[in-house]
């Protein structure tokens, strides 16, 4: 499977826990994104990677929030302390940016989600 | 600020029945991607298709079409034939050329139900 993958599909924790979600883009793929998608929303978009540089991050992310790309490929999305407002499907994606040649650009492919529950 | 807006929140329809579902969207942009997604109930995001800006054509895959129209901002795709396979969340999206950029920004998605 060559897909974007995400770990864990489901995650039940506890208010004030800390929680770690990871995600395994496309392997050629340098852009990676994170979206976090509430019940009868759209997603939104919480921050992204050009390789291993965060480039930028959405004001939803709280500063219990925080995001790595150590080596330009997986990323992990970290939550502190835990809120029951943070009960919601966290989404990966990954591009790869336009190049003179590529002719595509911008086709974001998403993973299956983490979906998160905070008791 | 980018904005898309999906006012129909729930279409239901009877198998083989046309639907057409709108996306309306705001940029100050001259250059802009439109994208559909599709969610099924396994909740997975499915890409569909891209339009760039400079791109007025209309496209047609097999039962899908897509109607993009500059002059009222819209991007609307329609099901031809519909099937009880086509049930899902349909998101429409919108992302500008480049760097931060190229953040999607959804709609709120459109639940289409189709009855046998």
């Known amino acids: 499977d060559t897909g974007v993958s995400q770990d864990p599909r489901h995650k039940i924790t506890k208010r004030g826990q800390n929680v770690t979600f990871r995600c395994d883009p496309i392997?050629?793929?340098?852009?990676l994104y994170w979206y976090r998608q509430t019940l009868g929303q759209g997603p939104e978009f919480l921050t992204y990677?050009?390789?291993?540089?965060?480039?930028?991050k959405s004001r939803l992310l709280s500063d219990r929030f925080s995001a790595e790309r150590p080596k330009g490929s997986f990323s992990t999305l970290e939550i502190q302390r835990t809120e029951q407002g943070d009960s919601a499907m966290y989404l990966c994606?990954?591009?790869?940016?336009?190049?003179?040649?590529?002719?595509?650009?911008?086709?974001?492919?998403f993973g299956p989600g983490t979906r998160l529950t905070v008791l | 600020a980018q904005k898309v807006t999906q006012a129909q929140t729930e279409i239901s329809v009877v198998e083989k029945e046309d639907v057409t579902l709108d996306c309306v969207y705001e940029?100050?942009?001259?250059?802009?991607?439109l994208f559909w997604y599709k969610q099924p109930p396994s909740g997975e995001l499915v890409f569909l298709i891209r339009?760039?800006?400079?791109?007025?054509q209309n496209e047609i895959s097999g039962r899908y079409s897509w109607n993009f129209q500059k002059s009222t901002s819209s991007f609307n795709f329609t099901i031809t034939a519909s099937q009880v396979v086509d049930s899902a969340v349909y998101f429409c999206?919108?992302?500008?050329?480049?760097?931060?950029?190229?953040?999607?920004?959804f709609g709120k998605g459109i639940t289409l139900s189709v009855r046998p």
């Open positions: 940029t100050r942009d001259t250059t802009y991607y």
């Open positions: 990677f050009q390789n291993e540089a965060q480039l930028e």
């Open positions: 994606a990954s591009s790869f940016p336009r190049t003179e040649t590529s002719g595509s650009y911008n086709e974001q492919f």
């Open positions: 339009r760039n800006s400079f791109d007025e």
């Open positions: 392997s050629e793929h340098n852009r």
């Open positions: 999206a919108l992302s500008g050329d480049t760097g931060a950029n190229s953040k999607l920004t």
